[in-house]
């Protein structure tokens, strides 16, 4: 169980598309500072007032204050920002393991977080940096098998040559993950509609 202030919430521009994916916590920061609503799965919206009333009664996730509860929101709708800006993916553990699905790519098994590791394809002491090109997840058993050795010298292949994600594989991935039913709904507007890079 995450700590429910570290749970992802679906940022929309004012236009709703999904542009973004921030914490519970900035997501209250946002809602308290009245730059962004909360959207449900009717698409009502409420603002921090409001959305605490209707915390009184609702079942889910709450931050608990001395005073007053508050669910935690899955969607949020910012009020004034309508641009679509350019994604970046940020290169960290936990966006490796959802691009690379919890599977070795090296023998293809699908295993839990626990018993895969990080591997440079190029290994570091042959130069090879940290970067999307350049990492998989490899099972401990294909790892102790390519230990420090590129990919000719272990005669090892990859089952899909690493990139940098896009955004909304991402998303769906988390979506899947954490359960947010909610999420789909934009989120399969903003996959048909985002221009395509490549
Ligand atoms: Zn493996």
Same mark, same amino acid.
């Given at each position: 169980?995450i700590?429910v202030?570290?749970?992802n &919430?679906l940022?929309l521009?004012?236009h709703?598309m999904a542009?973004h994916?921030c914490?519970a916590?900035r *997501?209250? =920061?946002?809602l $308290?500072q009245?730059?962004a609503?909360?959207? %449900?799965?009717?698409y009502d &919206?409420? @603002?921090?007032?409001?959305w605490k /009333?209707?915390?009184? $009664?609702a079942?889910g996730?709450?931050?608990? %204050?001395? #005073?007053f509860?508050?669910?935690v929101p899955?969607?949020i709708?910012?009020r004034? $920002?309508?641009k679509y !800006?350019k #994604?970046?993916?940020?290169f960290?553990r936990?966006?490796?393991y959802?691009r690379d +699905?919890f599977? =070795?790519?090296? =023998?293809?098994?699908r295993?839990p977080?626990? /018993?895969l590791?990080i @591997? #440079?394809?190029?290994?570091?002491? #042959?130069g090879?940096?940290?970067n999307?090109?350049?990492?998989?997840?490899a099972c401990?058993k294909c +790892? %102790?098998l390519?230990g @420090?050795?590129?990919?000719?010298?272990c *005669?090892?292949d990859?089952?899909?040559v !690493?990139k940098?994600p896009h955004?909304?594989s991402i998303?769906?991935?988390?979506? *899947?993950e954490? @359960?947010?039913?909610l999420?789909?709904k934009?989120? /399969?507007? *903003? $996959?048909?509609?985002?221009?395509?890079?490549?």
């Amino acid at each position: 169980m995450i700590n429910v202030l570290e749970r992802n &919430v679906l940022v929309l521009n004012k236009h709703w598309m999904a542009i973004h994916v921030c914490s519970a916590k900035r *997501a209250f =920061c946002l809602l $308290y500072q009245d730059m962004a609503r909360v959207v %449900t799965d009717k698409y009502d &919206v409420f @603002d921090f007032e409001t959305w605490k /009333d209707l915390s009184r $009664y609702a079942e889910g996730n709450f931050i608990h %204050t001395p #005073h007053f509860k508050l669910l935690v929101p899955e969607v949020i709708l910012l009020r004034r $920002y309508g641009k679509y !800006p350019k #994604h970046y993916v940020k290169f960290n553990r936990r966006n490796i393991y959802q691009r690379d +699905n919890f599977t =070795c790519q090296y =023998c293809g098994k699908r295993l839990p977080r626990e /018993d895969l590791t990080i @591997d #440079h394809i190029i290994p570091r002491s #042959h130069g090879g940096r940290s970067n999307w090109t350049n990492v998989v997840l490899a099972c401990s058993k294909c +790892n %102790t098998l390519k230990g @420090d050795l590129t990919l000719e010298e272990c *005669a090892m292949d990859l089952i899909h040559v !690493p990139k940098e994600p896009h955004w909304s594989s991402i998303m769906r991935r988390s979506m *899947a993950e954490e @359960d947010h039913y909610l999420w789909q709904k934009f989120i /399969d507007i *903003a $996959y048909w509609n985002i221009p395509l890079e490549e």
